[in-house]
């Protein structure tokens, strides 16, 4: 994760825009695709409580990143949050619809 603080300059401000745009909304359900380690909703946490959002989804490839992602989640007691290993192509939102989609690695260059 230190490498990609790095290299996914645009991750915090990313994050602090979609967090002020949805500041009084509630129930909110969030895809993060590619999404890795978990390490956005981390992020997300310094921004806006993630108790504002009924579902949160780490959607990624990688079996490892995702192993880890679950590690966190069960560190960080979070509830809502659910690591999906599969192609973000596929994925298909349980609730019909999200209100926020993020995809960081779409920030990495300047």
């Not at 602090?16 to 380690?37: I, S, Y």
């Not at 995702?66 to 192509?89: P, R």
Request: proline share 3%; hydrophobic share 40%; aromatic share 10%.
């Amino acid at each position: 994760d230190k490498f990609r603080a790095r290299f996914l300059w645009g991750r915090r401000p990313m994050l602090a825009a979609a967090a002020a745009r949805l500041r009084e909304r509630r129930d909110l359900v969030w895809v993060d695709m590619g999404g890795g380690t978990g390490e956005n909703v981390d992020m997300m946490s310094e921004y806006l409580p993630l108790k504002c959002f009924k579902a949160i989804y780490v959607v990624d490839l990688c079996h490892s990143l995702c192993e880890q992602a679950k590690l966190k989640v069960k560190a960080k007691g979070w509830k809502n949050v659910h690591v999906v290993e599969g192609d973000a192509c596929q994925f298909q939102v349980p609730q019909g619809e999200a209100s926020l989609i993020t995809f960081s690695y779409s920030l990495s260059s300047k």
